[in-house]
Each structure stands twice: as C-alpha cells, then as structure tokens.
C-alpha cells in the first residue's frame, strides 16, 4: 500500500512557483523518495528522485526535510504544460536488485493561464 | 530511443469475454511492469518479470489474468474471462536493473479497456 500522504489537488498560476507537498512518516533509511507525473490520457513519467539531500534536474528541484519524513516537488515557473497528476512514492526493494513503485492517488495539479 | 510500445490502444469487450494486451518494453530493459490503473486511482502494480523470469504477482488476480514473456522481451496480459471491474487503463513499463541508479520506469501510452 501507498505509504505517503499527498494533498487532493492544488492550483496555480503559469509562471508562478508551484510546491507540491508529501508525507512520509514511516519511510525507512534505504527509502528512496521518487516523483512521477502523469499527463491526461498519459502513461506517468519520472520527474526526479532522492534519499536525503536536497535535489535539482531540468524539470523540477526536490526538497527533502532533515528527518526525511516529508519532501516537497518544487516547480520554479508552472507553465500549462505542467498540469499532471503528481505521485510522490517511497521506492521499494522488491528481491534482489529489483524495485518497485506503489502508486497512491497523487496530487491534481492546476495551473489557470 | 523508441518508447515502449502497447497495442491496442483501445478494447471494448463484453463480460466473460477475453482480452489480451501486448507490450514492447525499450530495447536493452530487463525488467517489465503490467499496472492496472481504474479512473481516479494511480496505477497499481499486477506483475513484475525480470527478464522471463516473475519477480513479483502478488497483486495479479490469478484465477482471471496471465502474463508471460517467454523471451524476456515481449511480453502479452491476458484476461479470461473479463468481468465488469476490469474497466481500466492497462499500463506497461520498463527499466534497467542496475543496482544503484535510479532505476527509472518507462511507461508506455497504454490501452484502455472497457468492459460492457
């Protein structure tokens, strides 16, 4: 089962910042702390990862909080685009060398032009 | 690099009829994933290859669905026979399985299933 806690939905503006929010409360130290957006009508797309520090890649930067319990997706500029699904998933060893991601709802993101 | 690829798109079928699903995983990826995702959920996992070999169907209704990849490329999800709560988006993915990267999934487009 999901084992992070992400809100409903949220809105924004194009070309404003965007901070989607997770908790995580029971992650584990080996948890990896993994993003993924869905497009309509889309399969989901990997948007970023981390495990403690905070991360940065062309799409989005990922805040993770000291105790590792909470993270936050952060969008500099939303563009319409940018209007997705976006799960935030602890990344489990499934045997051996193999993982796998457990989906919860995710966050209905917005973005009014 | 190509994507991975699923047909059909779109299946319209009739209950306690059968169905069945094909995924091309990216050239090179080990490991393949079948999601079931029903409208207003995220995708949830139904079974896990490693090659051709079965990691994880925990969550795959065996006494309905199937899954194989005989060659450890391909790969076909069956359901015999199709009830009403099958309905669903049925998703396919892909990764590599070094150890210590990201191990980024690859999600295919797709195929919507609608069971009347």
């Known amino acids: 089962d999901a084992k992070t806690t992400q809100p409903n939905s949220m809105e924004s503006n194009e070309e404003e910042p965007v901070h989607l929010p997770c908790n995580h409360s029971t992650i584990s130290g080996t948890d990896y702390i993994h993003w993924y957006r869905q497009l309509p009508s889309q399969g989901p797309e990997y948007v970023i990862h981390?495990?403690?520090s905070n991360v940065n890649n062309r799409m989005a930067s990922l805040a993770i909080a000291e105790d590792r319990k909470s993270s936050t997706l952060i969008l500099h500029r939303a563009t319409l685009r940018d209007a997705a699904v976006y799960y935030c998933i602890l990344r489990e060893n499934s045997g051996g060398s193999n993982y796998k991601l457990t989906f919860g709802k995710g966050t209905l993101l917005t973005v009014n032009p | 690099e190509a994507g991975v690829a699923q047909s059909p798109r779109y299946k319209i079928i009739e209950k306690r009829q059968s169905v069945a699903f094909w995924c091309n995983p990216i050239?090179?990826?080990?490991?393949l994933y079948w999601y079931q995702q029903i409208l207003g959920q995220g995708p949830k996992l139904l079974i896990q290859?490693?090659?051709?070999?079965?990691?994880?169907d925990s969550q795959l209704p065996k006494d309905r669905f199937s899954a194989e990849r005989l060659k450890g490329v391909d790969s076909t999800l069956k359901i015999q026979p199709a009830k009403l709560e099958d309905s669903a988006v049925y998703l396919c993915a892909s990764s590599l399985i070094l150890a210590g990267v990201r191990n980024e999934q690859f999600f295919g487009p797709g195929t919507r299933l609608t069971v009347l």
């Open positions: 981390g495990l403690t």
């Open positions: 290859f490693q090659n051709n070999g079965v990691v994880d």
């Open positions: 050239s090179g990826h080990a490991t």
